[in-house]
């Protein structure tokens, strides 16, 4: 059982997109390390609704790392400084120590406005799976497994690239506000399959337009977003999405 | 047209112009070499390139790449700084493995364009764009008299300082630039990716080492007894030690000289 720590705590609170927003800052007292980053924001509420006062925004569904659904930026980093692998509901108390001041923001970037407090707007990557991350289906009986053959080096780096979350953590930590890497997993996870590859020059363009359209930025490479996502993508598929996108460009 | 419309086409022309710009300062650097052996060869690639019709059709090529570079470049940096949104983290925390110069291309790049235009003043002004206005003599020396020039800048420990700055910031800017090129035209991967990085890394510090041995040796070793007579040509300090007499100055002249040898001594030394 690890220790009880205590810390002051700001956190960002706004009222919708236009607001100008401000920190709000809360000793949190004798919080024990097993307590969930989540857990500790729950805490906070509790407080706060039994002193009468407005509870604090955030975003969470399933805790357990892999809906994608949770997104604050703690202490300058997208996700807190999890273990590798890991989004804010695997953020345990016990990776802070007693006295620190804890900083939570919400993603900040054109793209994803802000709904309330850290609860911000992630629609903008449905709409680019929207425009074409998705294979058309032939609806009909399912054939065997094995009757389309696929290397296993390419199945298990298709998986890779599909255990995108699609949380934006690459969108807050790019100085660009650029979604390059989720875009380019989305894409890989079926360029990378002989199911995605006939609608692959299609799906390449589609993305990227709606991309564009919906403002998110030019990757310069900076390699932020390989850094701190929770599922490790590698910018490699930002490559593989560019050779994608040039190609279907020159085929034109 | 997609090289303009699209987020990855603008980045492509941003690669394919940095690429090019890559291989002239690979021409540009094993030139310079030349002056370190011989100042006469030096100065017949000086005359090669003066102000003939494919010298001065390829400084318009040349200057296109820039001007395109530097365009799309403020282009990219203002989308990106909207794309940001106005709010900024009030703390931040860069990762490691995120490089210092792929954060500051664009300050770094203003600080190259700097240099250049230091650059062409100390020496395109002087040669191609002095024989271009007709006037071959605008800088003191001969249009054609690189060597002299380079003696000429380089004697002066400012301009040394300078240029030093200046291909630290080339350094920079292309230790990132180079495989982030690649990875733009999509020529890498998680093999590629190190290899270029390492290919990049390599061959850009060759370039730049290449350009600051000719910086350092006319700083250092050639050129500073002249120092008294730099702004005057070299010509003047060679006839003053050989009194006008030129049959017998060799020896005195390129010891007066330090190094500045034949061709920017003139036709004294000759």
């Known amino acids: ?252 | 047209m997609w090289l303009c419309d699209s987020s990855i086409g603008r980045k492509v022309v941003m690669s394919v112009t940095g690429i090019a710009l890559i291989l002239f300062l690979t021409f540009h650097a094993s030139m310079n070499l030349v002056a370190l052996f011989s100042a006469e060869g030096y100065n017949m690639i000086c005359e090669f390139l003066g102000a003939n019709w494919y010298a001065v059709a390829a400084t318009l090529g040349l200057a296109a790449l820039v001007a395109i570079h530097i365009i799309y470049a403020f282009w990219l940096t203002i989308q990106n700084y909207r794309a940001r949104g106005k709010d900024r983290y009030d703390v931040t925390d860069k990762p490691a493995k995120v490089e210092w110069a792929s954060q500051n291309m664009l300050v770094l790049g203003i600080i190259v364009v700097l240099g250049m235009i230091l650059h062409l003043w100390n020496f395109w002004y002087n040669m191609m764009f002095a024989e271009l206005i007709g006037d071959p003599t605008l800088g003191g020396l001969e249009a054609t008299n690189g060597y002299g020039y380079i003696v000429k800048t380089f004697s002066c420990p400012i301009y040394t300082g300078l240029y030093i700055i200046w291909l630290a910031a080339i350094w920079f800017h292309l230790t990132h630039g180079f495989w982030s090129a690649m990875q733009t035209l999509g020529w890498s991967g998680k093999v590629w990716f190190e290899r270029w990085r390492c290919i990049g890394n390599a061959y850009t510090t060759i370039l730049v080492l290449m350009f600051m041995a000719v910086a350092l040796y006319f700083s250092f070793c050639g050129g500073r007894l002249c120092d008294a007579a730099c702004d005057a040509p070299c010509e003047t300090v060679c006839n003053t030690v050989c009194n006008g007499d030129c049959s017998t100055c060799d020896a005195s002249c390129n010891a007066a000289c330090g190094g500045c040898e034949v061709s920017a001594c003139g036709a004294c030394c000759q």
Request: with cysteine.
């Open chain 1, 1 to 252: 059982m690890d220790k009880n720590i205590s810390f002051k705590l700001r956190y960002w609170r706004q009222n919708g997109p236009k607001d100008k927003g401000h920190f709000d800052e809360r000793e949190m007292k004798d919080i024990p390390g097993d307590t969930s980053f989540l857990e500790m924001l729950d805490i906070l509420n509790e407080e706060l609704v039994s002193e009468g006062k407005e509870p604090f925004v955030f975003d969470h569904d399933c805790r357990e790392g892999i809906c994608g659904m949770c997104s604050l930026y703690i202490n300058g980093t997208p996700h807190g400084k999890t273990a590798s692998g890991a989004t804010t509901c695997q953020l345990y108390m016990r990776r802070f120590k007693d006295g620190d001041v804890i900083t939570v923001e919400p993603w900040r970037s054109a793209g994803f406005p802000v709904i309330k407090d850290c609860m911000v707007d992630r629609t903008a990557f449905d709409k680019i799976i929207q425009a074409g991350g998705y294979v058309t289906v032939r609806t009909g009986q399912p054939q065997d497994a094995n009757a389309i053959l696929i290397p296993k080096q390419d199945a298990d780096e298709a998986m890779d690239c599909a255990s995108c979350i699609g949380c934006g953590a690459c969108v807050a930590a790019c100085k660009n506000g650029s979604a390059m890497l989720f875009v380019s997993s989305k894409v890989s996870q079926l360029a990378l399959l002989p199911q995605g590859r006939p609608e692959a020059a299609r799906r390449a363009k589609a993305m990227i337009a709606k991309m564009d359209e919906l403002g998110f930025g030019n990757c310069t490479n900076t390699r932020a977003c390989e850094a701190v996502c929770p599922k490790c993508e590698s910018i490699s598929n930002i490559a593989r999405l560019n050779r994608e996108f040039i190609k279907a460009k020159l085929a034109d």
